[in-house]
């Protein structure tokens, strides 16, 4: 449990405070190869305000099982850049996974708008209606699908 605590509070330390030192004291120590993928992130961004930052910070907080974190990186990321769709999907994800299935729905279409072929964001729509019990609009979403993918 101490690990687990010592290790949290030492990401946060390097998403959030002083990362490139951070990272150096790590690798001091031996851990550079637990820590990589995230230094070398912070490496190539020009601020924290940079979509990939809260796009994986966001990713970092949903396997972590924090959605409600992983939302608020993922809607920056939106702000930031509304034409990735990857941070769409990722948040309607932790939307629905925190039952809160209207904002699911909402950032699914509004997704949609942007690309009607997205079949993520299809997924996810059939996904959420189906948990709803309305198989039938489920279905509908399931069908544009398999018309997108030419089955």
Not at 11 to 37: H, R, S
Not at 52 to 73: I, T, V
Request: aromatic share 10%; glycine share 4%; charged share 25%.
């Amino acid at each position: 449990m101490w690990l687990r605590i010592s290790i949290t509070k030492l990401l946060n330390t390097i998403l959030y405070l002083e990362p490139k030192k951070a990272a150096a004291d790590l690798k001091a120590v031996g851990i550079d190869v637990f820590i990589n993928p995230l230094t070398s992130m912070v490496d190539t961004t020009t601020s924290n305000k940079d979509t990939r930052y809260y796009f994986e910070l966001g990713n970092y907080h949903a396997s972590q099982g924090d959605y409600s974190q992983a939302a608020k990186h993922f809607i920056k990321s939106i702000e930031l850049d509304p034409n990735n769709e990857q941070p769409y999907i990722n948040l309607a994800n932790c939307y629905g996974m925190l039952k809160q299935y209207d904002k699911a729905l909402a950032i699914s279409n509004q997704l949609l708008v942007k690309n009607p072929k997205n079949t993520f964001a299809l997924k996810n729509i059939a996904v959420v209606y189906n948990i709803l019990g309305d198989a039938k609009k489920s279905e509908e979403y399931l069908q544009r699908i398999r018309e997108i993918e030419g089955k």
